[in-house]
């Protein structure tokens, strides 16, 4: 057996459908492979970059593997950004490269480089992934892709590299004599667990307000159900990071909305005059906690779990006190803490959930004059499109602004998801990422919200939907430029919009007309009252639509905690008895207001 054909039909029994793959000189071998094995097909994006958010995004869908193949040299470098963006939110996608023959690789010459298109790759991966190795004798085939595949799924998850030789790729393999990888056995879970557990309990029962923090961490341990059952069990406010703000409905009555320097006000405020946290799954970044990380939930006890060790230590380093500090599985955590804490009472919250109402309703994030507003306002775009969205759709969304909007306002229903790359938050992770779906979901409708900024950085990707023709529904922000800067600029820069606006150096772009090139059916939208007649008609018709929603320059995002200050400049907390009999607490959230 040809050692690429060995390798097709491994990532086939791997359960991968589809491979997103850039053909090349060095990567010929393994796509003609594919298209050779039963079970596996490949898809060309545009371009590498677009391959590997492609798979990035198949494998948030699918739950299992995703894959990419690219090219030496250019093709490979090509895939570092949607890399970065696997790795840094914990996704398992193994990404293979081909590369020049091992007899004309530089090896210890000390030249730059001795084969067409040679790069050291694996040095250039090598800090944005889990596992990346060069494959050096056609023997260890069957061993790296088993290591690499256990290692991009075990433990904290992560992308894996293999780098192919051409020569090898041609190699003749015997599957029966290939050496397989053993994972090594699983170590018991600490019984410092159960005390730490005991303690978590012990701290919920005594309690007047706290509030339960659910990460991405939750969904990659499997352990939704757990969290859904301890939510509803134990009657606890909750505040989901954006990486699982679709866990449950936005109207269940223990949601209180999303937090931190881009979240609602009532969440901060939640958040801020907490006596308790409980953060699961998150590694509650700067753009969770606000700056300093000292600041944050400045008089609440605090309980952290996190699989990852590093995570944890991190907050003593940037003068966070934790209570509690749990280095565990989400899963395992959430299985433990259900089993015990049935048989604890815990106190009357009532109170507390009052407040969060009450502060909902002072602080609504789409105030009705909004409405009122003859252009579109960008979170009256959002509000219509969660009424029209149906239970279960999945949305992929990119950054900047739109993600702001999208993530403060769209309210969520039964089964939906929403798909971004939440830390590396690259522009252009939308588009390709809505062809990832798409085919992880067997060809499915995808809702992809873009901004003309974020659109443009993979624009080749639209020829991509049309070739398969993918029935996906993008909806284009369209403010003529990039917005979230524009508003760092008004923070800081006095308003002068220099790179981030078509006066500032930007080019003006008619993006209806290039989807109707591609061969997209297009509509345009630019006042309030025709927003809802034109959603419903980009989701009446079938294939893909592009609809460009034209907003103004000047709408920002609000509110927003200005960079370096703590996500609310709050009153002095309340003591317990204060705050039952006054329950006022003034806000002071730093934010940008509207022209």
Not at 75 to 102: E, F, K, M, R, W
Not at 143 to 159: F, I, S, V
Not at 308 to 315: A, P, Q, S, T, V
Not at 419 to 434: I, V, Y
Request: hydrophobic residues 40%.
């Amino acid at each position: 057996m040809k050692l690429s054909d060995y390798v097709a039909k491994f990532l086939a029994e791997q359960g991968i459908r589809h491979v997103f793959a850039v053909t090349g000189g060095a990567a010929a071998h393994l796509i003609d492979s594919i298209a050779k094995t039963q079970g596996i097909e490949y898809v060309c994006p545009q371009h590498e970059q677009a391959g590997a958010m492609a798979a990035d995004a198949y494998a948030r869908v699918t739950g299992n593997l995703g894959a990419a193949i690219a090219t030496s040299g250019p093709g490979a470098t090509n895939l570092l950004t949607g890399i970065c963006s696997a790795y840094y939110d914990s996704i398992p996608v193994l990404y293979i490269t081909g590369q020049v023959a091992t007899f004309r690789q530089k090896k210890d010459t000390g030249v730059r480089q001795i084969g067409f298109q040679e790069t050291d790759v694996i040095a250039m991966f090598r800090h944005v992934t889990n596992y990346s190795v060069q494959i050096r004798n056609e023997k260890d085939i069957r061993y790296e892709l088993e290591k690499a595949c256990y290692l991009a799924k075990d433990g904290r998850p992560g992308p894996v590299l293999v780098d192919i030789p051409d020569n090898l790729q041609r190699a003749a393999v015997d599957p029966k004599k290939l050496k397989g990888f053993v994972a090594p056995c699983k170590k018991n879970i600490p019984a410092l667990i159960d005390k730490q557990i005991d303690s978590c309990i012990k701290m919920l029962s005594c309690a007047d307000r706290p509030v339960v923090i659910l990460g991405g961490g939750v969904r990659l341990a499997g352990a939704i159900r757990e969290a859904k059952r301890f939510i509803n069990k134990q009657k606890l406010p909750f505040a989901p990071t954006w990486a699982v703000a679709d866990i449950l409905p936005s109207r269940h009555a223990c949601s209180i909305g999303t937090f931190g320097t881009h979240g609602t006000r009532y969440a901060n405020f939640a958040v801020q005059n907490a006596d308790l946290i409980l953060s699961i799954g998150s590694r509650l970044d700067t753009k969770a906690t606000g700056s300093p990380i000292s600041t944050f939930a400045r008089g609440a006890k605090k309980i952290i779990v996190d699989i990852d060790k590093n995570e944890l230590g991190k907050f003593k380093r940037f003068n966070l006190d934790v209570d509690v500090l749990i280095h565990c599985d989400a899963k395992v955590f959430l299985q433990k803490l259900n089993a015990k804490i049935q048989r604890v009472k815990k106190k009357n919250i009532s109170a507390w959930f009052r407040q969060i109402s009450t502060w909902k309703s002072a602080y609504p994030i789409c105030p009705s004059r909004y409405c009122g507003e003859k252009k579109i306002n960008p979170y009256v775009f959002v509000k219509t499109l969660s009424r029209k969205c149906k239970n279960g759709d999945h949305l992929v969304v990119d950054t900047g602004c739109c993600l702001a909007w999208m993530m403060q306002g769209f309210e969520f229903k039964k089964d939906q998801r929403l798909f971004h790359d939440w830390n590396n938050t690259a522009m252009g992770w939308a588009l390709p990422a809505s062809i990832g779906a798409s085919f992880a979901k067997d060809r499915a409708s995808i809702i992809c919200v873009t901004g003309d900024g974020s659109l443009h950085m993979n624009l080749q990707e639209l020829a991509t939907i049309i070739r398969h023709q993918l029935p996906i529904k993008i909806f284009l922000v369209n403010n003529d430029g990039y917005s979230m800067i524009r508003q760092t600029q008004d923070q800081w820069l006095g308003s002068c919009y220099v790179a981030s606006s078509v006066k500032g150096g930007l080019p003006e772009i008619n993006f209806s007309k290039i989807a109707r090139s591609y061969g997209f059916h297009t509509l345009d939208v630019s006042r309030n009252s025709d927003l809802e007649e034109c959603v419903q008609r980009v989701f009446k018709k079938k294939g893909p639509v592009f609809c460009n929603v034209h907003i103004s320059s000047e709408h920002r995002v609000i509110p927003q905690v200005k960079y370096g200050r703590p996500n609310e400049d709050l009153e002095p907390l309340l003591n317990r008895k204060e705050f039952l009999r006054n329950m006022i607490i003034k806000p002071c959230l730093e934010s940008i207001k509207m022209p």
